[in-house]
Nanobody, 124 residues
Framework: QAQLAESGGGLVQPGGSLTLSCAVS????????IGWFREAPGKGREAVSC????????FISGFVKGRFTTSREPDKATVYLQMNNLKPEDTAVYYC?????????????????WGPGTQVTVSS
């Protein structure tokens, strides 16, 4: 079973950038894709992105499209979420998790091996 750990969160001013990392360890062959989700206080968990471990194809949710991108570094078993032009409404705990396919990446119930999350706070 794969274990995931997020890092890179922190406090940033509006308009700033952060890069989150999701490091995969353990049985790294038992997943096909990794997604990023976020959960803000009082809100449900929402899908941000997904990237295929097979061919690197990726999906980005519309509410962050143009500002966020996801990428992977297979040799390091790491997936990244690059976040630019951050806004206060991006404040949330960000999680990564494994999934079989990105085609249903918005469905949190299909994901496994959730990391503990990393806090991102966008505030002046």
């Amino acid at each position: 079973q794969a274990q995931l750990a997020e890092s890179g969160g922190g406090l940033v001013q509006p308009g700033g950038s952060l890069t989150l990392s999701c490091a995969v360890s353990g049985f790294t062959t038992d997943y096909s894709a990794i997604g990023w989700f976020r959960e803000a206080p009082g809100k449900g968990r929402e899908a941000v992105s997904c990237i295929s471990n097979t061919d690197g194809s990726s999906f980005i949710s519309g509410f962050v499209k143009g500002r966020f991108t996801t990428s992977r570094e297979p040799d390091k078993a790491t997936v990244y979420l690059q976040m630019n032009n951050l806004k206060p409404e991006d404040t949330a705990v960000y999680y990564c998790a494994t999934v079989g396919y990105c085609s249903s990446y918005r469905m949190a119930g299909l994901y496994s091996n959730w990391g503990p999350g990393t806090q991102v706070t966008v505030s002046s």
